[in-house]
């Protein structure tokens, strides 16, 4: 007989939804079809994988939204407008980033502006956290 792997839930402990509700979900659908320009134009880089990696979008994480996910690494890219200027939604910001953090999660965020101006420049951000975080990842002692 035949060992039965265990089922893993992806929305406990360190499952890639880290609790989600059904209600976190419908936002991020929501947010998948009504996705910024800067979000769209990063997408059709990240859609393809970074180092063989995926990427997800609007990618529900407990009661927040990743923009962008790469749960192997844990790695979020949000990318922000002006919105994300004001004071209250900086405060906001900083809470949801502590929370994703205290989740084992890496943030790297990028304006609007530096996606639609400087794009190379973000891609090679991106691809040298994944290759930062990869290597890590390589350090770590096998349990």
Known sequence: MSEQKKHKSAFKGEGMFRGASHLVFELA???RRNM???????????????????????HPIGIY??????HKLKLI???DGTIHDLKDVKENDK??????????C???????ERV??????VLD???????????SSKELPLR
């Open 36 to 58: 910024t320009e800067a979000e769209k134009l990063l997408w059709n880089y990240l859609k393809a994988g970074v180092q063989g990696l995926k990427f997800r979008r609007q």
């Open 116 to 121: 639609f101006q400087e794009l190379d420049v």
């Open 77 to 79: 890219v949000e990318v």
């Open 65 to 70: 939204i990743a923009d962008f996910y790469c």
């Open 95 to 104: 809470i949801r980033e502590d929370y994703l953090k205290e989740q084992g």
């Open 106 to 112: 890496v943030i790297i965020r990028f304006t609007n």
């Open 125 to 135: 951000e991106i691809n040298s956290m994944v290759e930062k975080l990869l290597n």
């Open 29 to 31: 659908k929501d947010l």
